[in-house]
Nanobody, 122 residues
């Protein structure tokens, strides 16, 4: 069973940084592709970043390229999202997702965390 638990959200000033973590605590032996999405109030869920299990280039949404970095631990069970130069428009609930397949669409992922709130405000 896959159980994704996010942490690291909070309130930060514009230009600041936060690091989100997402751990698969379900105890399964299956390794999965993992990604981050976000959803702001009254907006569609938006792709942020994805990490392919077998390695290779990570994928990023256009609005976060050059500012956010996705990475994984050596055991491939925790994914991180380092967010730098945060802007007010980055304010959203951030969701961790995992799947046996890789992609940049919500529909590509069948396991989801409960989300962590990120608020960028002065």
């Amino acid at each position: 069973q896959v159980r994704l638990v996010e942490s690291g959200g909070g309130l930060v000033q514009p230009g600041g940084s936060l690091r989100l973590s997402c751990a698969d605590s379900g105890g399964t032996r299956t390794h999965l592709n993992m990604a981050w999405f976000r959803q702001a109030p009254s907006k569609e869920r938006e792709f942020v970043a994805a990490s392919r299990l077998g390695g290779g280039s990570n994928a990023y949404g256009d609005s976060v390229k050059g500012r956010f970095t996705i990475s994984r631990d050596g055991a491939m069970r925790t994914v991180y999202l380092q967010m730098n130069d945060l802007k007010s428009e980055d304010t959203a609930v951030y969701y961790c997702a995992a799947s046996g397949q890789y992609g940049t669409r919500s529909a590509d992922y069948n396991y989801w965390g409960q989300g962590t709130q990120v608020t960028v405000s002065s």
